[in-house]
């Protein structure tokens, strides 16, 4: 049998630097990601895809691996004159990536799908692994914070996550449909890996589109996630500090429970291997090993481990 | 009595050049450019105004001096990274020229006026003077050439003003009406200026708007014009070649000939001022001086030449 597709579940930064070691470990053709796109944003007119993006400059080479997100070596010379013109530009965009956003928006205002301009951006910077929108739908992450809800692009990049968050919601999501392939991947898959990204964020709103779900959980077995809080902290991004606010301690057994009706594994960090025990009594089998990766090496043996877990290697 | 108001009419870099001399040579506060148009095209997306753009950037300093349009030092990563993507990118578009098109269009989309929108871009950008459209509505320039019509900027642009001219049309001309001001301004202008820019695609399509002809006109004796030919060439653009192609002779006496009835002066370049006799036969008052704008000092003395002329001085 030649090895089936492997799935994955993805946001931003961490799920990038997964996705990084896992596309130099398995074939990439073989990998399958599905991106959240609940906080796209429109700025400047244009339509900002960030997790879409950061995967994608990522698995082309051309991410800034330090800043973790826009291309390395990117000039800001159209903000720095729009900020001349009084535009507000504390949504910080370079001038290749610019590019990005403005053939985006250009086609979707042709009426091509975003799958389909995914399909042509990464086709166009040579990456091997199909990267698609979880929705062609326009889902939209909203923070609720005790003096009112935010977009999410001006709660996170805006307001640097300093606002307390009560709750989160996904205005679109249950409207929303799966884009093209989705469903049928995640049904044909031999893997489906949870990427290390925040829960409520990046992961939630893939979750919450029709089916997606409850296609994970009829392939439970199958399913594996990474945990993205380590030592209780999070490895990038506000997760820890959302689940403090959400009354949730901040701990990986904590995210393994959100995501106990359809993962069989869940990999949690060393530091945190106390925490496998109660894992396990969940009925979800769990993996410890190193998940902070700093450079190339750690990103691909993460990889290796649940490659052999997952006895998906080829 | 304070001085008065002097009206503009100008196309791109032929104008920008002697406005640049105009407005050190009057209060600059004193002067109301009507710009074309006509010539604005959608590129990538965004709304492109290369004639008021090529003048606001030359009166606010910016402009690159040789090239003629554009942003002196301005880099094209974005283009590059258009290129990278597949996008057609015949039109040059610089990174800090593209934060004036991102904010032009976005305004648009927002309900936002071009006039307004301009007075924004001009604000911030220190201009002293008014730059105005010629309209807030759509007008398009269409080039009918032997093998069929082109949009202007392909015609201009991408095909290098290389294809014979049949005939020019207006798209939309005889449905639009001037921008909010134009009208008043002249009527109450001291003097109005016909910069040297195309008589076909820069003033022609300014001249077509409802009631700016006839509104010149009425104030004949006012209006001087600045021969855009000199020695049977275009100082800068296809306009010589354009006038053989619709069989006229490429001379300053053809162009002062198409504004005879509402032109009262016409300034001829000193190679043509032979032609200045056949001027005077169409009832027009010719002016000889040199009118080749190489430097500033050739902008501002053709600038004095013209305000001693019409006696606008302060």
Redesign the interface.
């Known amino acids: 049998m030649s090895p089936g597709s492997v799935v994955a579940l993805a946001g931003g930064v961490g799920a990038a630097r997964f996705l990084d070691g896992l596309t130099r470990v398995l074939a990439p053709e073989r990998i399958f990601i599905i991106s959240n796109t609940a906080d796209d944003a429109e700025i400047?007119?244009?339509h900002i895809s960030p997790d879409l993006d950061t995967v994608t400059y990522t698995l082309s080479g051309l991410a800034d691996p330090k800043r973790g997100w826009g291309?390395l070596g990117?000039?800001f010379?159209?903000?720095?004159?729009?900020a001349?013109?009084?535009?507000d530009t504390w949504f910080q965009l370079?001038?290749?990536?610019?590019?990005?956003h403005?053939?985006r928006?250009?086609r979707l205002?042709q009426g091509a799908k975003l799958s389909a301009i995914t399909a042509?951006?990464t086709a166009?910077?040579g990456v091997h692994s199909r990267i698609v929108p979880m929705s062609d739908d326009r889902v939209r992450t909203r923070i609720c914070t005790p003096t009112g809800e935010l977009e999410f692009q001006t709660y996170f990049v805006k307001r640097r996550a300093r606002d307390k968050v009560v709750s989160v919601r996904f205005e679109g999501a249950s409207e929303a449909t799966p884009a093209p392939g989705v469903l049928e991947t995640i049904a044909g898959a031999q893997a489906i890996i949870l990427c290390p990204s925040n829960p409520f964020i990046s992961i939630g709103p893939i979750l919450g589109i029709r089916g997606i779900r409850e296609s994970l959980r009829s392939k439970r077995d199958r399913v594996a996630a990474i945990s993205p809080i380590v030592g209780g902290r999070a490895l990038k991004g506000p997760a820890a500090d959302m689940m403090k606010s959400m009354r949730l301690r901040p701990a990986a057994i904590e995210v393994a429970r959100l995501y106990a009706d359809f993962v069989g594994t869940f990999v949690l960090d060393q530091v945190d291997q106390k925490q496998a025990a109660a894992v396990e009594k969940l009925g979800i089998r769990p993996v410890v090993t190193n998940t902070v990766m700093r450079g190339l090496r750690e990103r691909k043996s993460l990889a290796r481990v649940i490659v052999r877990e997952l006895g998906i290697g080829s």
Do not use: F, K, M, V
């Not at 370079?94 to 990005?100: K, N, P």
């Open positions: 400047h007119g244009l291309i990117d000039s010379r159209c903000l720095e004159a729009l001349r013109l009084g535009a370079g001038d290749q990536d610019l590019a990005t403005l053939y928006t250009r205002r042509e951006i166009a910077l």
